[in-house]
DNA sequence: AATGAATGAGAATTCATTCAT
DNA sequence: TATGAATGAATTCTCATTCAT
């Protein structure tokens, strides 16, 4: 039973765990999480070897949160830029409602140390999520032939993880802000259809007059 | 004259600087900077007010090589397949040839504190340059009309950082080879090829009749 | 009832408790002492007050092993120089049944803090034992009589605490390896003989006619 | 020059260290140790790697102390009665006017981590110094030939080892009180006569009308 | 009585910054 | 002006001790 205690203080931990690495990346101090925690420094260590181990527990904490997200969403796919719309939609959503878990994912990357460990074990998920869909799109005729599925995804999720950053590091906020105007943040459904007209047809001009009714009307 | 001396000396310190903030962010260590410069942290002091002061110092140094590599390509820019495929290209010539910079790009996002100051000198370059591009692009009936063209330069700069990062930093390479296979550091045309498709047509598959001119005019 | 129980447990965990401080040192952490003997902490606090309270129970439950061991032996002393081997016969299969015990002794020693207190509990025992037994030799004429007893049992002690030493502690054990051959901890009864010899004319060369009856009478 | 000052000042931080190691072993705090020096942290670890590094430092100083003091009286070596009594009277000496090296020298022994390497680094002055001495009193007849060297050497630095700790170290000063009465601490040559007598036939009492004038008279 | 999770003071170590030379 | 040794505040991690269950 003290276990099942332990459980509940352990979410707790991680969750202040993510807030302060979200904000303060690796320069986080664990006294600070736990005073935020309200508990104390032994307790961490209690349950992780050392603040790697508790980074790398706040890391995959905040991660199965955004993959159960986008597993939510993913069953009601149907042609590829309402699917995309459903991602977008999803991100934006999630960035709103967990900025801390998106900032997260930010600071994972900063680390040289075990970057290729990290990136399977956080871009597995994703990347083979997103190139089987595009394949499967480029099979049943959605998505044209001629682009590598893989970079497709690719360059997809380039897109997306740049507008997560964009929705919740301070840094990009302003950035997004200095190319979307001040109110950019608050204007999703407004960004989520530019950004699919750019996905669709970003350089193509000579071809607007394609009609996909992305949604709007 | 000794203004002289201190000049060249001080490059090299910023070259440091940077390859070390690169490396380590800011646990980078002024005196492995200055032991790298074959110098001694007094001057760093000497020159800059403390650390966050010599980092700026860095950045701006790592910028404007930057901004002068793309200042020279995009001079010739004519139809927006080939301003693109010029920026990419040089993206790919500059993170090759100095992935501290890059690197050093990347770092600066990390820090909540100065958000909004950093992005506005460090933004404003590219973010002017592509806005105002697009711009005329759109005036000249060359993109379509009915793109935000502010975001439109967000979505574009969005694909060129992260391809960026992707040739430089630890955690994206790992990530690229992930989509694009463990080779695919070294197919730098193919990469600009895709992308330039990506854009062009994202989830566009029926209007696949579209002429892909990819740059051979 | 509960007591009896207790009183079993007890005795493992001052058994746990001697191996670990003969380990560790005052090093050795109470968790480890009680998961070794697989018990709680908070046992440990239930019968002593904190950690040096149980210390020196284990001390004292060292200790009086060691001293049932000599008394055992010591009853049937006839000869001083069989009683000398006795008791280094005795210390050896100590040495070698009770390792931990013997390392435990030279444990409380390091402390500065109670050196007064635990001399007089723990030295008083055998130095009562070897002071009477040589008084009372000297009395019978088998020991010269010039010699102070006291020192005579302190110079005797010496050489048998260090011959423990170095039979059971770390560092001891390299040492005799250093001055007797590698295999010197396997060869008991050269080491007690050699050491009899030692004791009997160190330095007294020109009576080599002296009969040496290391003990066969 | 600086250089110059550093040495000076690291003999210093070296024998506050000595102080610290020998009253507190490895619990003694390197703050305090910097503090009794007059000194920061930091300094210490310009020079050493860490606690470990400077604790071995330590003992290498307290260690070439004793070997000097040991060397100087050594040339003057002749009958090994005489020998032992001058190595006698220096470690009274010694100890008497270095109480810190002689109690380091015990705190050395309590690690069992690094015990082969230190033994041979440690012992292997003095092991050498007295194996030699006693092979070479046996070839000149003035040892018994019938002793293993190396055992004897053992026994009498055995001798001289509880000697020194009971000198310096706050247990085996009581200890030493014990067996000696409680001012045996001011009877050094007391002390000296006695240890030669039981050197020279411990157990030879038959052969008491042996008459070599220790020294007195 | 027994448990063992939680506490938090304490110790090692790092590194930006200063300042005597 | 340049140096780099010295400083010491700040941070990680440990473990004796407590106390709710």
Redesign the interface.
Known sequence: MLKKLSEEKLNELLECGISEFA?????AKLCDIAKRADMSVGVIYKYYADKDAFFLACVRHSLSALENALNEMTAKADK??NY?RTIIKTLQYFSATHPDYARMYY??????EN??E???EI??FT?RLY?QFITAAQES????????P??????????L???Q??YC????????K????SD?LTKDD??TE???????????????D?R?RNGEK
């Open positions: 904000e303060h990346g690796d320069r590829p830029i995309a600071r994972i990357t900063e680390s040289s970057a290729a990290f990136a399977e871009e597995g990347s190139t005729g959605d998505i044209r032939q001629d682009i590598d893989g970079l497709f995804a690719f360059f997809f999720d380039n897109l993880m740049m507008l950053f964009s590091c301070p840094y990009y906020k302003e950035r997004f200095m190319y979307g105007g950019i407004y960004v530019q950004l699919l007209k750019f996905m669709e047809s970003a350089f193509t001009f000579e071809h607007a394609i996909h």
